[in-house]
């Protein structure tokens, strides 16, 4: 991710963050089912940055 943003002229510092894909365990192709069950309407996913809060959104 470094590297393609560089590509790009984009100058990184020091705290920024980057982020891509899906959420952990949401991929149909990553995920199994044997451990973790799919996510579905009614599901919640959170995230939290210390010091900031939490965002947290509900799946319709």
């Not at 891509?20 to 959170?46: M, Q, Y």
Request: net charge negative.
């Amino acid at each position: 991710m470094i590297a393609r943003a560089s590509e790009n002229n984009v100058n990184l510092m020091p705290g920024d963050i980057l982020g891509s894909g899906t959420l952990g365990w949401g991929s149909r192709i990553e995920n199994n089912f044997s451990v973790h069950k799919p996510i579905e309407p009614g599901d919640f996913v959170e995230l939290e940055i210390k010091g900031i809060g939490i965002l947290r959104n509900t799946l319709i």
